[in-house]
Structure formats: structure tokens, C-alpha cells
């Protein structure tokens, strides 16, 4: 989660220090997003510690027959993390990334070839 959340994080930091209207619009949802998608991912590993009592992965066989909600929150909590298609953090990576064409298309340019190699590379890596 770290080197995904801090790149996720800076892209609507990035949109606010812009000053241009669609940018600011744009980094309003993924910063919303910002406060309830983290806590949920640590409630659930606090609930699956709290349960089992270990941080050994191989010791949660069973969880969901005994929480069958927990993987639903875990699973959509991650995905929203990744700023996956659908959750509000993409929604607000377009009009980010007009408002940083609009002010400097070059640095736009690396930005979203950022966004594209994180969306591409970086899922293989893991």
C-alpha cells in the first residue's frame, strides 16, 4: 500500500497547487475518498489480527465461512485504494490531469505516463 498510496496521495496535492479550476474540481473527490478508503483497510487487518491473534497469512484459512463481509470490505476498500475504474479517486484523475495540461503540458505528460506505468507495471510487479 505505501508506494501506491504516496503516488495517489500527490496527484490531487499536485491538482490543488495548480490553481486552475477543473484541477482543484478534479482533487476534490480523491481526497474525500482519502479519509474513509485507508481506515477501512486497516480495520480489516485489525479485525483479522483481533480474530486470529497472528500476522501469518497462512493461518486465515476459513475467515470467510466465519466473516463473510469481511473480504467484500477488504476487496472493495483495496480497489478503491488503487484508484481502480469506478471508485471516486479515477473519477477525479481526469479533470486532474486537464487542469495540468492546461498549466504545463510537459509535466502532464510525465504525470500521466506516471499514471499509465502504475496502472500497467506496476500490478505485474506484486
Known amino acids: 500500500m505505501g508506494a501506491v498510496e504516496r503516488f495517489h496521495i500527490a496527484e490531487p496535492k499536485r491538482a490543488a497547487l495548480l490553481y486552475v479550476i477543473v484541477g482543484i474540481g478534479g ?13 477501512a483497510l486497516f480495520l480489516c487487518v ?3 489480527y483481533d480474530r486470529h491473534k497472528t500476522r501469518l497469512a497462512r493461518c486465515y484459512g476459513g475467515s470467510v465461512s466465519t466473516m463473510p463481509n469481511l473480504p467484500t470490505i477488504s476487496f472493495s476498500s483495496t480497489l478503491a485504494n488503487m484508484s481502480s475504474p469506478g471508485t471516486s479517486s479515477f473519477i477525479g484523475e481526469f479533470p486532474i490531469s486537464v487542469g495540468a495540461f492546461q498549466r504545463n503540458s510537459l509535466v502532464a505528460t510525465l504525470a500521466a505516463l506516471g499514471m499509465i506505468f502504475r496502472r500497467g507495471v506496476f500490478p505485474l510487479a506484486i
Open 27 to 39: 482533487s476534490i473527490p480523491p481526497m474525500s475518498s482519502h479519509g474513509p478508503v485507508p481506515p
Open 46 to 48: 485489525g479485525v483479522l
